[in-house]
């Protein structure tokens, strides 16, 4: 007999965001979106404005007033994020859900070191020692791939390199083990070899931790390389969602679209494809 399917660690049913305006009825900016998350890697992809960041805020309780968020459902590991209130997201963020965000420079504290920095949802979230959640520190500085721990440990986050800053970034989001890991562009501030190894670094995590991993991005040649299935949005909804290596597959006119149009030695110098939005919009 087969053994049942282990529940999602994420779970999201018609989640929409919206904002008002005076005089004119709400803005909408996410029209249902749905899709579930496990032990897996999954891509959110699409062009500036489609809803991949707002997304991610509704999921961590970060929509900025008077943003108003509703789902049929919004659960996180058994946790009914749409019931939650201040004192429960404290208690959620960081220890079940982390977020990396693009840049480093703006995320970490530059008046607090990079140990107080890592250890502080240790303080928040756990009631181990001075010395215990040192030592937790340094181990996690160790396993995100940061040479001399120690060293970085003392350092100010403007002594560390944009590279260096992010794998702080993810020792930070991961040293209370949380169950899913948020990526908003992690890599978009790196050269093109360092974003080869964040997201390495993220996808060799996410199965050492058996968490869920949901990179948001809007390079589908990345995210076809490292994510397991991918969705992609438009106009504040999913309108493909498909394993990662079937992106160049894609019948959908926007995802074909945006698959044309990643730069490459190829494309350089010659006119893109473009698409009637008029026709995506009907289609929505």
Same mark, same amino acid.
């Given at each position: 007999?087969?053994?049942?399917?282990?529940? $999602?660690? #994420?779970?999201?049913?018609? +989640?929409?965001? =919206?904002?008002? &305006? /005076?005089? *004119?009825?709400?803005?909408?900016?996410?029209?249902?979106?749905?899709?579930?998350?496990?032990?897996?890697?999954?891509?959110?992809?699409?062009?500036?404005?489609?809803?991949?960041?707002?997304?991610?805020?509704?999921?961590?309780?970060?929509?900025?007033?008077?943003?108003?968020?509703?789902?049929?459902?919004?659960?996180?590991?058994?946790?009914?994020?749409?019931?939650?209130?201040?004192?429960?997201?404290?208690?959620?963020?960081?220890?079940?859900?982390?977020?990396?965000?693009?840049?480093?420079?703006?995320?970490?504290?530059?008046?607090?070191?990079?140990?107080?920095?890592?250890?502080? $949802?240790? #303080?928040?979230?756990?009631? +181990?020692?001075? =010395?215990?959640? &040192? /030592?937790? *520190?340094?181990?996690?500085?160790?396993?995100?791939?940061?040479?001399?721990?120690?060293?970085?440990?003392?350092?100010?986050?403007?002594?560390?390199?944009?590279?260096?800053?992010?794998?702080?970034?993810?020792?930070?989001?991961?040293?209370?083990?949380?169950?899913?890991?948020?990526?908003?562009?992690?890599?978009?501030?790196?050269?093109?070899?360092?974003?080869?190894?964040?997201?390495?670094?993220?996808?060799?995590?996410?199965?050492?931790?058996?968490?869920?991993?949901?990179?948001?991005?809007?390079?589908?040649?990345?995210?076809?390389?490292?994510?397991?299935?991918?969705?992609?949005?438009?106009?504040?909804?999913?309108?493909?969602?498909?394993?990662?290596?079937?992106?160049?597959?894609?019948?959908?006119?926007?995802?074909?679209?945006?698959?044309?149009?990643?730069?490459?030695?190829?494309?350089?110098?010659?006119?893109?494809?473009?698409?009637?939005?008029?026709?995506?919009?009907?289609?929505?």
């Amino acid at each position: 007999m087969a053994e049942p399917a282990a529940p $999602p660690i #994420l779970d999201v049913a018609d +989640l929409k965001v =919206s904002f008002p &305006r /005076e005089g *004119a009825g709400d803005v909408i900016v996410l029209h249902g979106v749905s899709f579930k998350v496990g032990v897996e890697r999954v891509a959110i992809v699409g062009e500036s404005g489609s809803g991949k960041t707002m997304t991610a805020r509704a999921i961590m309780g970060l929509v900025p007033p008077p943003g108003r968020v509703g789902a049929r459902r919004l659960v996180l590991d058994g946790i009914d994020l749409a019931a939650a209130d201040a004192r429960s997201w404290n208690r959620i963020r960081g220890a079940k859900v982390g977020l990396v965000l693009q840049d480093p420079r703006f995320a970490l504290n530059p008046l607090h070191t990079v140990g107080r920095q890592v250890e502080e $949802p240790l #303080l928040l979230h756990t009631k +181990l020692s001075r =010395s215990e959640r &040192r /030592e937790r *520190a340094l181990a996690m500085l160790a396993a995100v791939g940061l040479d001399n721990p120690r060293e970085v440990y003392r350092l100010y986050p403007g002594e560390l390199s944009g590279g260096m800053g992010q794998r702080v970034m993810i020792a930070t989001m991961l040293i209370c083990g949380p169950r899913l890991l948020i990526a908003d562009e992690p890599t978009s501030a790196l050269d093109h070899d360092l974003r080869d190894q964040i997201l390495a670094l993220l996808a060799r995590l996410a199965e050492e931790h058996a968490m869920g991993l949901l990179l948001i991005s809007h390079d589908l040649q990345q995210v076809a390389q490292f994510a397991d299935r991918v969705l992609v949005m438009y106009g504040g909804r999913v309108v493909d969602e498909r394993p990662a290596s079937e992106l160049s597959h894609s019948t959908e006119p926007y995802t074909r679209t945006l698959w044309s149009c990643r730069p490459s030695a190829a494309t350089y110098g010659t006119r893109l494809p473009t698409l009637n939005r008029a026709d995506l919009e009907v289609q929505a």
